[in-house]
């Protein structure tokens, strides 16, 4: 019978592919582009609130994938709130736009879903120091990978694309390598930091197991 460590592992792979790649590749172009068209740096107000309601549509995704993710694993004493991420994301992935412009936007986005997440999912890894740095490390590469290969991909391929086809193609080849790095870095680290119900209740076993040969034989 497979582990819940190993089922919760396999989740967070497919949960994660599938909110960066479905949510932020797919869904985030259509919303923001596809209704308003084409933008400038400067935005117009229709453009703004679409690009914005996009950026809440993904971040409530991804929150709430983390969420249930964690409550089946057992975890309900610090399950992921939503509500930093509806707050700080999009608003920080607009002060990377338009102080430093792209691709610090998306730079500054996965630093806050990976510092948020460094502080929210704290309480439930057994080394919480090592953990904070860990994380934000993560969406970094991941931010890194994702800037790489889809602003690359763009300026040699995607750039001569016309309207949707290219915003699509773009933030696929942005979002998919992120998530493929989000979802495999993780289930490295977490394999070693996640403590599940199980893992208290094998450590309980063992102890007592060794309480049981150390106790004296009676003569």
């Known amino acids: 019978m497979e582990s819940a460590k190993n089922i919760f592992l396999k989740k967070w792979v497919t949960g994660n592919i599938a909110v960066y790649s479905g949510a932020l590749g797919l869904f985030h172009p259509l919303i923001a582009h596809g209704l308003t068209g084409d933008h400038d740096k400067l935005l117009t107000t229709p453009q703004f609130i679409m690009h914005t ?15 249930r993710l964690f409550q089946m694993a ?16 999009p608003w920080v992935f607009w002060l990377g736009y338009y102080t430093l412009f792209v691709p610090f936007d998306i730079l500054f986005m996965f630093l ?6 460094a502080i929210q999912l704290k309480p439930m890894v057994k080394f919480p120091k090592k953990w904070v740095w860990q994380c ?61 119900p199980e893992d208290n209740r094998s450590d309980m076993i063992l102890e007592r197991a060794s309480c049981v040969v150390l106790s004296p034989t009676p003569s």
């Open 74 to 89: 057992g975890k309900r004493e610090a399950l992921t709130r939503i509500w930093p991420f509806l707050f700080f994301t």
């Open 136 to 196: 934000i490390l993560g969406y970094f590469l991941a931010a890194v990978a994702g800037i790489l290969i889809g602003l690359g991909a763009y300026l040699l391929y995607y750039k001569h694309l016309q309207g949707i086809a290219r915003d699509m193609a773009t933030w696929l080849s942005i979002s998919t390598p992120a998530a493929l790095v989000v979802a495999y870095y993780f289930r490295y680290i977490l394999t070693i930091q996640i403590i599940l």
């Open 112 to 117: 806050s879903i990976g510092i948020i997440n």
């Open 53 to 67: 309601l996009s950026l809440f549509v993904f971040v409530f995704l991804l929150a709430r994938t983390q969420h």
